[in-house]
Every structure is written in C-alpha cells, then in structure tokens.
C-alpha cells in the first residue's frame, strides 16, 4: 500500500510513527512543510522536516519534541556572548551540524529535496521524506505595530510568532512568502498521484497542512487524486491538541472545533474525517458537510494508541473506497 502523508513537524512526526507501527509493510511518502523553514546564522533551518527525520530516526528529544536528544548548547552560548542572537530560538549543538551540512549541500547546487536525501541517509527515517517544494516559501505572519503608530501591522516570520511571542499577540493573516511562484518538489506529485491514500496527520490545518496545499499544483493534484483523503482532527473538545493551531485558524476565520477544520478543507479535498471521542457532537455536522466522519479517540498518548489512530484512518479510507 503506497501512503502519502502531509505532514507539518510534531504532530505530523508522532502520527508518523504510529502509522509506521500499524502498518509496517507499507511505503510511505511524507510531503513535509517548509514554510517553517529559516535562516539563522547564514544556515538554513528546516524545523519540520528535521522534526519528521529525527523522530522517525531515533534521534529526537521526546519530551520537546523538537531538536536532539541528548543535546548541549555550547556554540549557541558563544553566540550570545559575541552577542550574536536571536537568543529565542534553540538551535543545538548536534542539531547545528544537520543545518551546516544541510547549508553546505545547497550551497554546492544541491536542491533541497536532494538534501534531505542525504541527510535521511544517515537517520533512516523508513519513510520518503520529500519536502513540498525545492523553492523559499516562507510562512509570515501579521501582526500589529505598537511602534508603528495608530493601526500599523508588521509582518514577522513565522518562528518570531510561535516561538519568541508564543502566539500570544492577534495574528491578522498568514503570508506564505513565495507560495506562490513555487513548484512542487520533484517526486511529490507523482507520490500523490500514485498513491492508495492521503492522510492529513492532525498537524496545523492552516500553517503546515495548509502552507503545503498551498504550493500550486499540490492542492489539485490531492483534490483529483482517485485516492481516498483522510484527516485526523488537531483540534479535540475546541482547543489544539499541543501547538497554538486556535491562533493561526482565527486568522484565517476558522473556529477552533473538529467541524470547523473539517470545513475548511472541504468534501472537494477530503473524503473522511476523524474526530476525538470527546467531539462526538461533531459527527452529524461534518457529515452534513459531505464528509464521511467517524469519532475515535485521537490522543497521541503512546505508540500503541497512536497507531490505532492510524488504523482507524485507514479502516476509514477503506469506506470512503466504498
Ligand atoms: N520550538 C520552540 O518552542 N522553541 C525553540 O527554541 C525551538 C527551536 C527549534 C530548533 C530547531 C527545530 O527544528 C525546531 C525548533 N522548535 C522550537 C520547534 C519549531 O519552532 C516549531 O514547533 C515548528 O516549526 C512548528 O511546526
């Protein structure tokens, strides 16, 4: 069975591991977001895709989710003391050597998805890992300028909102930068096409699922594919499961529930829907939006009850299939 999966970073990553675990046979292509991507100390950072690599390759920090077990700190330290920053964002010492082999590959004429070849060669990830395009897209968000005077906005990127201001400020709108001269990464549409299903991990419906869709061609390529399209919620009894996804769907005036994401794909990209136990209300609203929806319990909590999830997904695929 060949599965395609969209994946942004954590959520995305665990979901992955679980499916990993259900269905150990199958071939998996995960299309991982880069609208994340940044540049910190003339390196290039790919936070979901080395999110996807470490987890599915044994070396993630668990408890994070993000970064590398075991990690120190020392070069980011010396940084500071030059004080060269940004101090907010944890690169690591371990993680700073993918980020200079990964700078190294592109700046030798490698594209990106080359890069993650290489690098996926040492992790072994057991999945394909294919990032959505080999060119910059960059997700920005606005925000509002005190020092701007009356009304003004400023557009920051999308790491200075999660991880600097917690998404603690009223994002106006999400700008993938350069979406939209982008061009599929090679091997992503030939994945969609050719698969037997699509599954939408409960990863951000708006800056990660979202910002993939959004690279043209993957949209419709997903939407024509003769492959059932399944997605699991992030969102259970209206809050996100882990992340801030609320923030960045109100921007997009999306209501944080089950339904609501459910929507906002729409019965034209998905064909199923899984909703949390707790959202089993849900059910008959999603389902009136032409979406096959089924509720199961959809908490990450460990290996085993995230495969379920995955079985759950594909058992709903296989209806949909009819
Ligand atoms: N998330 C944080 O909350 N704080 C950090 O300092 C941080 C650093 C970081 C470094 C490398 C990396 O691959 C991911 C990192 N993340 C960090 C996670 C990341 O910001 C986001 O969770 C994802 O981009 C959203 O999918």
Redesign the pocket.
């Known amino acids: 069975m060949r599965i395609v999966v969209l994946a ?3 959520g995305g990553a665990r979901f992955l591991r679980g499916l990993k675990s259900a269905v150990p046979e199958a071939e998996i292509t995960v299309i991982g ?1 880069t609208g ?1 991507d940044i540049h910190l100390f003339g390196l290039k ?4 895709l ?2 996807v690599m470490y987890t599915l390759g044994g070396g993630i920090h668990e408890e994070q ?3 590398r077990a075991g990690e120190t700190f020392a070069v980011k330290e010396e940084l500071a003391a030059y004080g060269v920053g940004p101090e ?5 010492d371990r ?1 700073f050597a993918t980020h200079i082999v990964r700078t190294q590959m592109l700046g030798a004429g490698y594209p990106l998805s080359a890069v993650t070849e290489a690098l996926c060669a040492r992790w072994r990830p057991g999945v394909r890992l294919l990032p959505m395009s080999d060119d910059r897209v960059e997700t920005h968000v606005m925000i509002d300028d005190p020092e701007g005077g009356e009304g003004a906005r400023k557009a920051v990127h ?2 200075e909102y ?2 600097r201001l917690h998404a603690s400020v009223a994002a106006h709108a999400i700008v993938p930068v350069g979406a939209e001269t982008a061009k599929p990464a090679p091997g992503v549409l030939e994945a969609v096409s050719g698969a037997d299903v699509i599954l939408f991990p409960p990863s ?1 419906p708006v ?2 699922v979202g910002t993939i869709l959004g690279v043209p061609g993957i949209r419709e390529a997903v939407a024509a594919s003769s492959a059932p399209v399944v997605g699991l919620s992030p969102i259970v009894g209206g809050a996100p499961v882990r ?1 801030m996804a609320d923030k960045v769907l109100e921007a997009v005036g999306v209501e944080a529930t089950a339904a609501a994401v459910a929507r906002h794909y729409g019965s034209g990209l998905i064909d199923g829907w899984l909703v949390d136990s707790v959202d089993t209300d849900a059910v008959a609203e999603v389902e009136a939006a032409g979406i096959r929806c089924r509720a199961v319990p959809l908490m990450m909590t460990d290996l085993d009850a995230t495969a379920a999830m995955a079985r759950e997904a594909l058992a709903l695929a296989e209806e949909v299939r009819g």
Do not use: A, E
């Not at 950072?45 to 979901?48: E, K, L, N, R, S």
């Not at 907010?88 to 690591?92: I, N, Q």
């Open positions: 942004g970073g954590i977001n994340d950072v790919c936070p979901d080395d999110t989710g993000w970064g907010w964002f944890g690169l690591g993680d999308f790491q999660w991880v951000n800056v990660s992340g």
